[in-house]
């Protein structure tokens, strides 16, 4: 039989650390910081409900840490109790960074956690097919982060990614990426999660038959990222579609715009 991930008990020290020692990790924690959530917490700070921060020594002669669980509550104590108070931590030695990752992702969330929070994580860990959606999307200078595609190729849509990924492959990934780059460019929405699931679903229901090169550019013509995101949710509103059909629905519009019927394309069943 074999045993589960962190099946064995991780060795630990509970002690009583200055704030002023502690670090958010710089890897293992969430993808976003709500600073209007730690602002709650630290309005509302109860000492009974913080519960232990969990934290491992930062190394060498250093005498910080880094916290792993708990950025939002170690933010309201520096803002509520300041840096010379003591809080309790769960300090782990010699714990590995993919165990660190372990043990986050397995903490119960006194945050519920998105996609979005959850994937540099998930990096560390290495998950699933998370390492080749990584690799894609750095070779075509984009990432995972929570900020708009105009600032530095910055994808939020997490699950819309790994969507695409799993309908065909890291070969259909690609395909959307690079179709969505070159009908969009560096537009904020060039990324968002419906012209993803969308264009993935034109691309599986039609494979071969879509000229990627000559819809591309009907697109970047026809209007911009955010109005098409607009009018695609405009037609859900009129005809019972889906969000992701209705881009799809709009795309194959765009497409046989022009074009001979025997070149036409079908819309989605």
Same mark, same amino acid.
């Given at each position: ?20 020692? &502690? ?50 509550? &170690? ?97 259909? &990934? ?5 179709? &969505? ?89």
């Amino acid at each position: 039989m074999t045993a589960k991930r962190n099946s064995a008990f991780l060795p630990y020290t509970t002690q009583w650390i200055l704030v002023r020692l &502690l670090l958010p990790h710089p890897v293992v924690q969430r993808g976003t910081f709500s600073k209007k959530w730690g602002d709650s917490i630290a309005r509302n700070f109860d000492p009974e409900k913080f519960g232990v921060l969990e934290c491992v020594p930062v190394g060498g002669n250093s005498k910080k840490y880094h916290v792993f669980d708990g950025q939002h509550r &170690l933010y309201a104590a520096k803002t509520y109790l300041g840096p010379d108070q003591l809080v309790p931590c769960r300090v782990y030695i010699n714990l590995p960074l993919e165990m660190q990752a372990d043990k986050f992702i397995g903490l119960d969330d006194r945050k519920k956690m998105t996609a979005l929070d959850k994937w540099p994580v998930r990096v560390v860990r290495k998950d699933g097919d998370v390492l080749e959606i990584q690799t894609i999307l750095r070779d075509r200078g984009l990432r995972i982060s929570n900020c708009g595609s105009k600032h530095g190729g910055n994808i939020r849509a997490v699950t819309a990614i790994e969507w695409a990924y799993r309908l065909g492959g890291a070969e259909l &990934l690609a395909r959307v990426l690079d179709f &969505l780059t070159a009908a969009y460019g560096d537009q904020e929405d060039t990324y968002h999660g419906c012209l993803i699931r969308g264009t993935a679903f034109l691309f599986g229901q039609h494979n071969g038959a879509v000229d990627d090169i000559a819809l591309a550019n009907k697109l970047s013509k026809h209007s911009t990222a955010a109005l098409f995101v607009g009018a695609s949710r405009d037609l859900t509103k009129v005809v019972n579609l889906s969000m992701q059909r209705a881009v799809c629905h709009k795309l194959v519009g765009i497409y046989n715009s022009g074009r001979r019927p025997a070149n036409h394309i079908a819309f989605p069943q």
